[in-house]
Nanobody, 120 residues
Framework: QVQLVESGGGLVQAGGSLRLSCVASGSIIQIKTMRWYRQPPGKQRERVADSFTDGTTFYTDSVKGRFTILRDDVKKTWYLQMNSLKPEDTALYSC??????????????WGRGTQVTVSS
């Protein structure tokens, strides 16, 4: 089995910063794509950032220039550095990963999420 656990959420004032972490554990051979999603209150979940194994990244337009996704494959951990936070960034942030696990099976896994609240 594969587990993802997020941490780093909290309450921050507008303009502040937070760094989220997601740690993967289990019978993992390789983590392919690492992602962050968020779900604001009363809204649908949206994809925030991806980190691909070739080093490329994806960001949704609303966070470009403010958020950075980082990955550490040795630690099976990825991060979302969030700067210049805005009240509209308030959401439950969840990590997701495409994983190759023992014995050479592929799956997509989710964490339970960490709450980020940005006050104005």
């Amino acid at each position: 089995q594969v587990q993802l656990v997020e941490s780093g959420g909290g309450l921050v004032q507008a303009g502040g910063s937070l760094r989220l972490s997601c740690v993967a554990s289990g019978s993992i051979i390789q983590i392919k794509t690492m992602r962050w999603y968020r779900q604001p209150p009363g809204k649908q979940r949206e994809r925030v950032a991806d980190s691909f194994t070739d080093g490329t990244t994806f960001y949704t337009d609303s966070v470009k220039g403010r958020f950075t996704i980082l990955r550490d494959d040795v630690k099976k951990t990825w991060y979302l550095q969030m700067n210049s936070l805005k009240p509209e960034d308030t959401a439950l942030y969840s990590c997701n990963a495409d994983v190759i696990k023992v014995p050479q099976t592929f799956g997509s896994y989710w964490g339970r999420g960490t709450q980020v609240t940005v006050s104005s």
